[in-house]
C-alpha cells in the first residue's frame, strides 16, 4: 500500500498521467561514476562488491538523489547477478566489464540456464531496497530494475558486450525451441525477481532492453516482444512499469505493444514524434541526449526546453536522458538540469 | 556517357526505378574477408597496402563480383584516407582498425583541416577505377563511394571509431562555428573526391553515413543534413547517389530529405515501412540483416523472400544487406543469397 506521500508524489502521478507542479525528473545511471560521492566509495570497493554490499548500495543510492534533489531513487545494482544463480559464471574484470566465463554457445547450451525459483542469493539486492525505503524522503519513490529477456540472453549468449549479436541472432534464428525456451525462463526469472524487489519496497520498476535495438522490428515481434510481455503482465498489478528500449525507435509500436505504464524513449527520436508513435494513453520517459551535459550551460538549458516543449506540457512526461550518464559528465551539470527542469517544467 | 549496356543493366534502371528482369542485387563489403579469394590476396598485403595497390584492388573488387554474380561491382578502398591528404595522420594498427594520430580535440583544432584541392595523392584510387571498369564485363556498374560528411567528422575528431561520440557532440553543440567550417570543408572535398571517382569510370557512388544513427532527429536537422545535402548536390549530374545512413529509422524522412537517387535502408527498419517513409518517388537499397547469413539456407531463403515482399515487386528495389557482410559468414552463404534473389525476384 502506498503512503498518501508516494501515493501524490510527481513521479507517480506523471506515471498515472496526472497533472504534476512540475516535470519530474530522475537520471538514468544517477549514482555513477561520474558523481564525487559514488567515486570516494567506490575507491574502498570494486564494483561488485559494492552491488552485493546492501549497506554501500543503500548508501550511493540514497545520496544520488539527495545530492541531484531528482524526484525518484533507482536502486543501484546490476543487470547480470541475477544470471548467476541461474548457473552463469559471471566476473567482472577490472576495466573490462563484465564476462561471462561459459556462456551459452550454441542451442544445446542453453539447458543449462536454470529458472530462478529460490532467491536467496540475491538477498543483497532485496535487503538493500529495504534500507532505501526505510532512509529515502517519504515523497520519494525508489524504483527497481532488471535487464529485458532479450538484453539477459545477448549477455548470457555473448557471454559480454557484443556489437553485432552473432551469436544471439543465429540461435535465434536457427533453432526457435532452444530460443523459446532460453526466454520463458528468463522472463519467468524476472517476474520472482522483479516483485520480489516490489515486496522489498520498489514502488515501480524499469526494465532496460539495452540491446534489443540490433533487431528488425519482424524479428523483435517473432523473438521478443512475447516474452517482454509476459514479464510486464506477470509483475505485481499497480505497480508502474517503464519499458525502456535503446537503438531503434522503429520498435516503439511494438514496444508499447509489449506493455507498461510508462513508455521510455531513448534520443534517437524526437520526444514530440516518439509520444505520438506510441499513443498518448500511455505515458513517457526520457530523452535528452546525454551528450549534452557536456555542453556550457546555456546550450544544455536549450536542449533540456527542446525536450520540454515536445512534451508540450501534456501530463505523463517524466523527463530523464535517453540514456545512462556518461563519467565525463561534470557533476553540477546534472545538478543544473534538475533545477533547469523543475523550474521549466513548472505548469502555471 | 553510358554505354547501352551500363545504361540497361538492371542496376542502373533500378535505381531510376525502372522495371527490371529480377531484383539487382550486391553486397556491401562484397570483397571483404569472408572471402577465401580475398584473404589469399590479404595474406601477401596490409589492408593499407591493398588499398593503396591499384592492381591488388582492382583484383579483389573484380574477384568479388565474379565469383558471387552480383549486379555492380564496388570499388575496393577504404573512408579515411581521403584525411590524409587534409592534414590527417592516420595508421592502420595490426588487429585494432584504423587511428589517427592527431584528431581535432577541440574546435580550434579544425583549422588544421585542409580542404582537399589537388587530389595526386589519391591517384592509386582513381588508378583502381580505371583498372576495374576496363575489366569488368560490359553490363556491369562499378560503384565509387566516400564516407558521410558527419562520419568522416566524427573519425576525425574521435581518432577512432567511438562508442558515444562525446567529443564529436561536443564540437557540434558548443561550437557552431568551427563545426560548420569542419563540415563545409570536408563536403567541398568530398564533392571533388567522389566525382573524380566518376570520371575515372564510376557509373554511380554510395556515401555512407555509419556513424551518424546516434544523433537525434534535430540534431541530424541542424548539424549534418545541409552538408550531406550539399555534397549529393555536388555530384556530377546524371549519377545515380546512393545515400545510405545506418543505426536510426527516425532519421529516414531526413535522409530522404538531404537527396539521393537510392536511399539505403539498414535492417533496423521493415524494407516495406522505410520505403513508404522516404517516398515511392525515390528507389531503395537493402535491406537483409547481416547475421541472416549465418543461418541455414531455408531460414536465409525465407528471411530474403520477406524483404522481397516487403517490396512488393515495386520497381525501384535493389537488394543489399543492411550493413557489410561479416567476416564469419559462410561464402557459399551469399552466393546462393545472390541466387535465391535473384530467382526470388524474377517478374512475370
Redesign the interface.
Known amino acids: 500500500m502506498l503512503t498518501p506521500e508516494l501515493k501524490n508524489c510527481r513521479f507517480l502521478k506523471a506515471a498515472r498521467r496526472e497533472a504534476t507542479d512540475t516535470t519530474p525528473i530522475w537520471i538514468m545511471r544517477q549514482a555513477g561514476r561520474y558523481l564525487p560521492e559514488y567515486m570516494s566509495v567506490r575507491r574502498k570497493v570494486t564494483f561488485i562488491e559494492l552491488c552485493k554490499s546492501p549497506e554501500l548500495a543503500a548508501e550511493v543510492t540514497l545520496t544520488a538523489q539527495r545530492v541531484l534533489g531528482v524526484d525518484a531513487a533507482i536502486l543501484f545494482a546490476d543487470l547480470l547477478p541475477m544470471l548467476v544463480p541461474m548457473g552463469l559464471d559471471l566476473e567482472y574484470a577490472k576495466g573490462e566489464g563484465p564476462i561471462i566465463h561459459n556462456p551459452l554457445q550454441s542451442a544445446a547450451d542453453v539447458d543449462r540456464i536454470q529458472e530462478l525459483e529460490e532467491l536467496g542469493s540475491l538477498h543483497f539486492v532485496f535487503e538493500a531496497v529495504q534500507r532505501i525505503r526505510r532512509d529515502l524522503p517519504a515523497n520519494i519513490p525508489l524504483l527497481g530494475f532488471a535487464g529485458a529477456p532479450f538484453t539477459l540472453a545477448s549477455y548470457a549468449i555473448e557471454g559480454g558486450s557484443s556489437k ?3 551469436n544471439t ?2 540461435i535465434m ?2 533453432d526457435s525451441g532452444a530460443w523459446r525456451t532460453l526466454m520463458e525462463r528468463l522472463s519467468r526469472s524476472l517476474i520472482r525477481y522483479l516483485n520480489a524487489q516490489i515486496e522489498a519496497g520498489c514502488q515501480a520498476v524499469q526494465l532496460f532492453d539495452s540491446w534489443a ?7 523483435y515481434r517473432a523473438y521478443v516482444l512475447p516474452y517482454t510481455k509476459m514479464v510486464i503482465d506477470g509483475i505485481l498489478p499497480g505497480t508502474p512499469v517503464i519499458n525502456f528500449l535503446t ?5 516503439l509500436p511494438l514496444l508499447r505493444e509489449a506493455g507498461g505504464t510508462v513508455i521510455g524513449l531513448d ?4 520526444l514530440a ?1 516518439g509520444w505520438k508513435t506510441v499513443g498518448y494513453d500511455v505515458a513517457v520517459q526520457g530523452n535528452l ?4 551535459l ?3 550551460l546555456p ?1 544544455l538549458k536549450r ?1 533540456a526546453k ?1 525536450v520540454l516543449d515536445g512534451a508540450g506540457g501534456r501530463p505523463g512526461h517524466i523527463f530523464n536522458l ?1 540514456h545512462g550518464v ?1 563519467p ?1 559528465v561534470p557533476p553540477d551539470h546534472v545538478k543544473a538540469l534538475v533545477e533547469m527542469v523543475h523550474e521549466m517544467g513548472r505548469n502555471g
Chains 1, 2 share one sequence.
Not at 535495438?213 to 524479428?219: E, V
Not at 541526449?289 to 549534452?292: A, H, L, R
Open positions: 553485432n549479436y552473432l541472432k543465429s534464428y536457427s535495438g540490433c533487431l528488425s522490428p519482424a524479428d537503438g531503434n525507435p522503429a520498435l534520443w534517437r527520436v524526437d514524434d541526449d546525454p551528450v549534452s557536456m555542453a556550457d546550450t536542449r527542446a535517453g556518461f565525463e
